[in-house]
């Protein structure tokens, strides 16, 4: 079966653009997460889905950042007028439901680079 | 708030020899999980062992096993007869019971010498 996918794999954006980035998460999982890993770092969590809903978006780093999810599947993430300090993977995890002892399986990532 | 810990930030182990990597956290709740999970080269990370904080006894997963001392919030790994498809990120991970966040931590470079 296919698992979490994400695109592009790699992004090369200029400084002010706007950026995309998809989260394919595996089929029926009810649960979907977004994370930032910068070189050298461990993983920044930034938003969590259950369904459509986002009960807490707090950890996005600006307004600049936001991210939906449509019809309980795929996810989007979008930056805004980028930055130099948004260059960084950003991995998609997804999981069958919310519960904490759940497993999450994340995809390939997508590697940011703002220039 | 809480907090997750490597302070090893580079480990290296002889093929086939065993090899601990350490973690600490730092909470004030009683009820949480814990995770280590695995990153290679190809930036796919893997669940490689998970812990309930309610249980005492430690899990192992094959050539995987973990030392959770509750009270010093401490959660190592141990990797058993260490292979070559063992190099990797390994972080650890706190979940809450009430919280959804997961707090990962820097993670430990892991090198395998054949």
């Known amino acids: 079966g296919a698992g979490v996918s994400q695109s592009p794999s790699n992004k090369v954006t200029e400084k002010g653009k706007d950026v995309e980035l998809r989260c394919d998460p595996i089929s029926g999982h009810t649960a979907l997460y977004w994370y930032r890993q910068s070189l050298g770092q461990g993983l920044e969590f930034l938003i969590y889905f259950q369904g459509n809903s986002a009960p807490d978006k707090s950890g996005l780093p600006s307004d600049r950042f936001s991210a939906e999810r449509t019809g309980g599947s795929v996810s989007t993430l979008t930056i805004q007028r980028t930055q130099q300090e948004d260059s960084a993977v950003y991995l998609c995890a997804s999981s069958p439901t919310y519960y904490s002892y759940n497993e999450q399986f994340f995809g390939p990532g997508t590697r940011l680079t703002v220039l | 708030a809480q907090t997750v810990t490597q302070s090893q930030p580079e480990m290296s182990v002889q093929e086939a020899e065993t090899v601990t990597l350490s973690c600490t956290y730092d909470?004030?709740?009683?009820?949480?999980?814990l995770f280590w999970y695995k990153q290679p080269p190809s930036r796919q990370m893997i669940l490689v062992i998970r812990?309930?904080?309610?249980?005492?006894q430690n899990a192992t997963e094959n050539r995987f096993s973990v030392n959770f001392q509750k009270a010093a919030k401490s959660f190592s790994l141990k990797i058993s007869d260490s292979q070559l498809g063992d190099a990797a990120m390994y972080f650890c991970a706190y979940r809450s019971e009430r919280d959804d966040k997961i707090i990962f931590g820097k993670g430990t470079r892991l090198h395998i010498l054949p």
């Open positions: 812990q309930e904080a309610y249980k005492q």
């Open positions: 909470t004030s709740e009683s009820d949480y999980y």
